[in-house]
Antibody, heavy 123, light 107 residues
């Protein structure tokens, strides 16, 4: 079965960077895109971006453009999300989520999620 | 960006109740809408995709409908395990925005 296992919690100072990993198993890693979503404490879900695990193409939310970099290592079946110039508002749980296509290949959704990684930004 | 507005933000219901949550998009998104629920401290879980298709393994008491700008998620008979926060997400345009969430609590 599909498993997405994320790296552990991080505490960072303002201005620093953080890199969260998401190791995938149980499916063909290069066939499906990996998305990243975050959730600030007590708040809703916020989409950050995604990577085509096959060719490495990425798409980011404009909100994070210039600060976020999503990469992948196909040999390790692992995706990474790096966020730079951290500020207190970036304190959140960060999730990776596997893209799912319906049988027509037209409709998408996020069908498997990692357990989440808490990133705390504090001086 | 496409805005998704969920209503209500909070609802209190009893086991066995029929519950309906609405998600309105700021512009037409066809049927490119998914629904998730999330329990405290857990990752979201996919319920419905393509606006009305039940994800494998999800109980049939969940159903989705709508297209364009207005969508609904219905739980036909609320069960104890359904008390959670529900989110819609559009996957038509970037960024793939989420609604603000609907918390379903025990009356």
């Amino acid at each position: 079965q599909v498993h997405l296992v994320q790296s552990g919690a991080e505490v960072k100072k303002p201005g620093a960077s953080v890199k969260v990993s998401c190791r995938a198993s149980g499916y063909s890693f290069i066939t499906y895109a990996m998305h990243w979503v975050r959730q600030a404490p007590g708040q809703g879900l916020e989409w950050m971006g995604w990577i085509n695990a096959g060719n490495g193409n990425t798409k980011y939310s404009q909100k994070f453009q210039g600060r976020v970099t999503i990469t992948r290592d196909t040999s390790a079946t692992t995706a990474y999300m790096e966020l730079s110039s951290l500020r207190s508002e970036d304190t959140a749980v960060y999730y990776c989520a596997k893209l799912h296509y319906d049988s027509s290949g037209y409709y998408m959704s996020l069908d498997h999620w990692g357990q989440g990684t808490l990133v705390t930004v504090s001086s | 960006d496409i805005q998704l507005t969920q209503s209500p933000s909070f609802l209190s219901a009893s086991v066995g109740d029929r519950v309906t949550i609405t998600c309105r998009a700021s512009q037409g998104i066809g049927s490119h809408l998914a629904w998730y629920h999330q329990k405290p401290g857990k990752a979201p879980n996919l319920l419905i995709y393509a606006a009305s298709t039940l994800q494998s393994g999800v109980p049939s008491r969940f159903s989705g409908s709508g297209s364009g700008t207005e969508f609904t998620l219905t739980i036909s008979s609320l069960q104890p395990e359904d008390f959670a926060t529900y989110y819609c997400q559009q996957l038509d345009n970037y960024p793939h925005t989420f609604g603000g969430g609907t918390k379903v609590d025990i009356k």
